[in-house]
């Protein structure tokens, strides 16, 4: 039994099926590569042999590599990794350009036979480096089929020849949408990209027939062929030129040269458009070298691949409660939250009651739905019928008898626990009693809230961040009392809505807005010691957060900051650590200034909501020193703020997987994504620098940035987290 299946059938076309055994998707191999190699061969030295179709045996083509592969290749090549990982990357040149070539004359390009590849599904990764080496692709006529190279979006380049042949097919400009975007295209937007030539209802035959009926020209890449000029211009070409400097610009105005990958891969098609093809490969293969011995690939690849995968797949799921599928869902308020969460659950096929004070209100909510199916409309991915269709799954009502049949509740009620109680009372009164029921709340302890439950352990959080519709993360909270069919019924929802889950006990704050807090609040301060807010702004940026904590302080607003200082330090008591970012946050909501939805808080926005430049009257009360602080200060006083707070969550036991802290923070609120998260970064930098630099910033700027007791001990036994902490090496030993 093997990866792939070689057959020649009647009319002489060799046949090799890609069917990855005991797996879903096909994922390549090393062994299942050099398996492509024996079938080339074969039908390239078999006179019978009129061509060649690659296709795939399940229902998708390829999902692409088994980035597993990349470590064990590390750790067989001892003290030169590199050179393991650059051999083994000029191999799968050497196989695919084999492909490419299919016996012809290296001079005259003749006698080769034709290669087609029959895409049946979704085809991503070293699935499509195949195809593009392929010379002719046909893709199924299905619309929810996706193409293309995402490699970008977990650290790393398509390596496998992808980067070199697309852009020398399409040229650089147009290559950057598919290379340095990650986008997946159907298949009509993919044949317009050139990444297919053809789409059709059988793609097989389609093949097939075209292997039967290909001339000799049609065999020989562009690339190959006499006087081949690459489209748009070769760097050295004046037009060549103003694009790669136009591309260049553009990576580091969206990267802040935050992410190795996208420099990288820019760097590998401006070296290799200088030189000829087989030399191209031989720098996209160095390139990709560069990028995996880069400790950044790896944790992204970790973070963001293998253990967001296995988030999703169940690795934290109560193993011996069975199937909690959710068929009927019953949402508390619909408001802005409760619009969405009903929206996503009615995506995800269920039956959504949503409930709201009177009909106008309810009705409001469900409106945000059509909304949404509207947008879709216009921009082509919906229609009118899958609207109605979605629309009909929800019913709007401030009737709480519709509840009745729910197998789950979402409350997002106003954050008020007299609110949330009274509700909660209602509504168990209703529903089955065997029922779950998750309050969607961002900052109120879960243990507090199950209290006015009849039913504690079935009582648990469900905390989705907005826009619930676009944001990845759902962070699951257990209280107390939850017991293990709640949290797997949290879980099976959320797989069932397509979003990643994080499961955390009961704390202030959960663990997202634990983290994001400090990040916002070590902005706010700096501003109050005189720094200014465009240097601490960029300074974010410039380690990959999407936004920076003066800009993200607007965007959530400055009131609801002011809320919660105000609710902590009630609940605190004399425990609360007075700071100088609440006197600046309360005196913004003295003036007025209340953020983006007030068109004046930290920057001043025109009549339409954009932004225009930081208030100035900041400066006024908050004088900027004479003398700025260094780049990399601020930096680290804005990492160390958040991944302190992640260490003492896992500390204590707020957080009991560490996976499950480096990907929520990613994807709750865009943690430096390149590091793979707070404990991937720890990794990256040392535990040992990590509470050296604690001390230091501890004697500048105060006990917030004082060592946990976990780091030091780390950082003593010379420890890393992922050696001591990773959930995969403990199961394996």
């Not at 619309?143 to 020398?168: C, D, Q």
């Not at 109560?318 to 969460?341: E, N, S, Y």
């Not at 609801?560 to 425990?575: E, F, H, P, Q, V």
């Not at 068109?599 to 926005?605: K, S």
Request: glycine letters at 10%.
């Amino acid at each position: 039994m093997s990866d792939f299946k070689y057959d020649v059938d009647a009319d002489g076309v060799a046949i090799i099926t890609w069917d990855a055994i005991g797996k879903s998707m096909n994922v390549l191999t090393r062994e299942a590569f050099g398996l492509v190699e024996e079938y080339v061969d074969r039908a390239l030295e078999d006179d019978a042999v009129k061509g060649i179709v690659i296709t795939s045996g399940k229902k998708d083509f390829a999902g692409g590599m088994d980035l597993n592969v990349l470590a064990t290749i590390r750790e067989e090549s001892g003290e030169n990794p590199a050179q393991g990982l650059f051999d083994f990357t000029m191999g799968g040149h050497r196989i695919l350009r084999k492909l490419e070539l299919a016996g012809m004359d290296p001079k005259t390009k003749k006698g080769g036979k034709p290669v087609a590849c029959a895409i049946n599904g979704t085809c991503a990764g070293i699935g499509t480096e195949i195809a593009l080496a392929c010379h002719h692709r046909v893709m199924t006529d299905n619309p929810k089929a996706k193409v293309g190279l995402p490699e970008i979006m977990i650290g790393i380049f398509p390596g496998g020849g992808g980067t070199t042949r697309y852009s020398r097919m399409v040229g650089a400009m147009a290559a950057a949408p598919v290379l340095l975007e990650g986008k997946m295209l159907d298949p009509k937007k993919a044949k317009g990209a050139q990444l297919i030539d053809a789409v059709a209802e059988d793609p097989l035959a389609a093949a097939k027939e075209w292997v039967l009926n290909a001339k000799p020209a049609d065999l020989v890449k562009p690339w190959d062929a006499k006087g081949y000029k690459m489209p748009g211009g070769a760097p050295y070409h004046p037009a060549g030129f103003m694009t790669f400097v136009g591309a260049s610009a553009m990576i580091n105005g969206k990267t802040q040269g935050a992410f190795p990958a996208a420099q990288a891969l820019l760097s590998s098609i401006y070296e290799g458009a200088l030189v000829d093809f087989d030399t191209a490969l031989k720098i996209e293969a160095r390139w990709f070298t560069h990028v995996l011995m880069n400790p950044s690939s790896s944790a992204m690849i970790r973070s963001l691949f293998l253990n967001k995968q296995a988030l999703e797949k169940g690795a934290v799921r109560p193993k011996d409660v069975p199937a909690q599928t959710v068929r009927k869902v019953g949402v508390l308020g619909a408001g802005m939250m409760g619009a969405g969460i009903a929206l996503v659950s009615a995506q995800a096929g269920m039956e959504v009651v949503l409930i709201d004070r009177d009909q106008e209100a309810a009705d409001k909510g469900k409106a945000y739905s059509a909304g949404y199916m509207d947008k879709g409309i216009k921009r082509g991915k919906a229609t009118e019928e899958k609207k109605a269709a979605l629309l009909a799954q929800i019913t709007a009502t401030p009737d709480l008898d519709a509840l009745k049949g729910c197998d789950l509740i979402i409350e997002a009620v106003f954050e008020d626990p007299g609110v949330k109680a009274e509700m909660t009372q209602k509504v168990e009164a209703i529903i089955p009693e065997d029922c779950i029921f998750a309050s969607n709340t961002s900052t109120l302890p879960i243990s507090e809230l199950a209290k006015a439950s009849k039913r504690a352990d079935q009582f648990i959080g469900i905390h989705f961040f907005s826009p619930v519709e676009k944001m990845l993360l759902v962070e699951i909270i257990k209280g107390r009392e939850t017991g293990d069919r709640a949290v797997a019924k949290a879980l099976d929802y959320v797989r069932q809505i397509r979003k990643t889950p994080i499961v955390v006990n009961d704390a202030r704050f959960f663990y997202a807005n634990r983290c994001i807090i400090p990040y916002i609040n070590e902005g706010v301060r700096m501003i109050a010691e005189g720094v200014s807010p465009v240097l601490i702004d960029n300074a974010a940026r410039q380690l990959g957060f999407p936004v920076g904590p003066i800009q993200l302080t607007d965007e959530t607003s400055i009131d609801l900051g002011a809320k919660i200082a105000r609710a902590t330090k009630a609940a605190m008591g004399d425990a609360y650590p007075e700071s100088p970012s609440d006197d600046l946050i309360f005196w913004m909501e003295e003036q007025g200034r209340l953020g983006r939805k007030a068109n004046a808080g930290f920057f001043d926005y025109d009549e339409k909501g954009k932004r225009v430049e930081y208030w100035k009257g900041l400066q006024e009360k908050y004088p900027q020193a004479a003398e700025q602080p260094d780049l990399i200060e601020v930096q680290e006083r804005l990492m160390f703020a958040q991944v302190l707070e992640a260490v003492r969550a896992l500390e204590e036991g707020v957080l009991e997987d560490i996976r499950e802290g480096d990907v929520g923070a990613v994807l709750a609120w865009g943690f430096a994504p390149w590091s793979g998260g707070p404990f991937s970064w720890l990794d990256i930098i040392g535990t040992p620098y990590a509470a050296e630099r604690c001390d230091q910033l501890a004697g500048q700027h105060g006990d917030r940035f004082a060592c946990p007791e976990l780091l030091r001990d780390m950082a003593n036994k010379g420890q890393s987290f992922y050696g001591r902490f990773d959930p995969e090496k403990s199961a394996a030993a």
